[in-house]
């Protein structure tokens, strides 16, 4: 008979083993698929490869695209990690990229030391009562909470595109929806030739991992995460801890939304979350949930998105057949969470019995 | 007139919607949180659209659309069923993997209309005695086949839950996965079964858009149907009946914003598209607010079933 059965917590080699071993079967699969459309699929992973690192400037392009991932990333790994499913990144994004330009396009001749911090802020707030929303719903009522931000996604998606096509629509665009670029006072500066978001960004990979580590707060989150009835036992107030916590996984995504609003579009459009939101639930479960790692995977995300730009041009490959790279190193590596929990069991229906006697005896 | 002629453009619009919602609530139905959607959608479109060019015949188009479906939602079940993977992250990835897929495929379908035979068969048909009645004859039953096959699929998925007996036997899976596993259903047959079922009509709706909606091939056909759908599955209660209307209701929000233009009445379109979103959200509350078991989502949706952990 086959049986599954769960096996202890395997070492940490163990499952950077399976980890591995996933993404080189995915890649064996990625080398049969560019076969198939008749290119050479080492030519192709070096240009892909060439188009991440080639220069300087492609570089700093992966780094950039980086940003935002790991960034959201963070703001969903605070809100998993209570078990809180918090799909609505994309649309805090958005919400936090509002409210700081709403700053930027309201006060631009504010000097660019105060009005940046304005920003910061304004975009934490954004996303974090946009994330706040179904929070207080679900601690008052128990509306799930996964399907409330997934609405929430396209509420502010519409919301931004009303804005880029309605009021605040460029009137000097000639008609072309956009909205006016910011003054160079809220756009975020450049530091070694990356935008500063880097810097933000290393800052709270380290805070978010002291925080859930060391932190009295990050400590309850965990526990909540684990047994809320635990956490009630213990005298925690579930209630409060849970809007203390997607408050901050909202503030970080629409930290994510500002810094791309400033940095990188210098305006606010539909496109500034563009599915990294989405992104980010994958990134932030793929790297177990652990804010050092969550820096790698999105490294490595940026770096097919960006190469698999790259491809495009060199190869005419199609921009999707990267996506389609992505989605199946995604299954694989999912499906092969399975071996680091549990152990299939080939045994004989009779040997099994008498393992049970032989433990009774 | 104006508005019977609105009425039957909102039963067109909201098919699509139609055949996903009722394919994600027998997904649903069985435990399992699907957000794959709009990727299945998007296979069942580019499929469908493909075979459909290739063979001029209906049938195989969709005989097309609903394997690429079912071929997708073994992915989702494979992996979330048997190997117990986080079903929403894995919901996800089968979204970007449809999406690629879609339009990778597609790019050689670019511009592409759907052959004269399949657009003749999918073209309207007044059903006799039906058709003439008023009112509800022009917006219900002068209609192409495929529609007549979504109100079918929604009444025959109503009678399979609530009338039959494997009906039954699935709402106890999604309910209560150990209870059904100790009365004797196989828990993991039926959540293969109803997840590929279910991923196959997503792909219909999709092969609606490309081959009768549209009728031609463009880029992201589906344009975020399938995540109204996946909300569809909520304001409907999990009730593949008050899907139907649900639909018809969203399709209608869907193409009343361009009607409304005409007659010069200042609301935005987009602040229109929102009002799906925020029904939506205004049921989930109040169904959560009523605690009522009936109209509530599967009790195991989302979680899934390990044996030992009982």
Redesign the interface.
Known sequence: MLRIIKKPEPSKQQLVAIKITAVVLAFVASTVFILSLGHNPFSVYFSMLEGCFGSLYRFNETVVKTIPLAITSLGILVAFKMKFWNIGGEGQILMGAFLASFFALKFPDMPIGLLIPLMIAAGMVGGGIWALIPAFFKARLGTNETLFTLMMNYIALQWVTYLQYGPWKDPNALGFPKIPNFSSNAVLPSVFGIHAGWIICLLLIAGVYVFMKYSKKGFEISVIGESETTALYAGMNVKKITLIAIFMSGALCGLAGMIQASAVSNTLSIEVAGGVGYTAIIVAWLSGLSAPIILLVSFLFATLVQGGAYIQTAFQIPQSAAQILQGMILIFVLGSEFFSKYKIDIKKEKSNNNEDSARIA | MALISFLAAAVQAGMPLLFATVGEIITEKSGN?N?GVEGLMLLGAVAGFQVGLITSNPFLAIIGALLAGAAGAF?FA??TV?????Q???G?????????????TG?SLMGQVVPEGISKFFAAVNIPLLGSIPFIGPMLFQQSIFVYMGYLVAIAAGVYFYKTRLGLNLRVVGENPAAADASGINVTLYKYVHIIVGGALCALGGAYLSLVYIPSWQENVTS?RG?IA??LV?FSMWNPYKAMLSAIFFGGLDIVGFRIQKFDIAI?Q??I??LP??A??VV??AV??KKSKENM?PQSL?EPY?R?DR
């Open positions: 949180l957000l992915i494979f992996l048997t190997l117990r993977a986080n929403v992250v894995t996800l990835s089968l979204t970007i993997l449809g999406t690629g897929v879609a339009s990778f790019q975020g995540w996946v909300a909520i935005s987009y602040m598209d929102m979103y925020i939506t959200i989930l509350i959560s607010a989502a989302g390990f030992e």
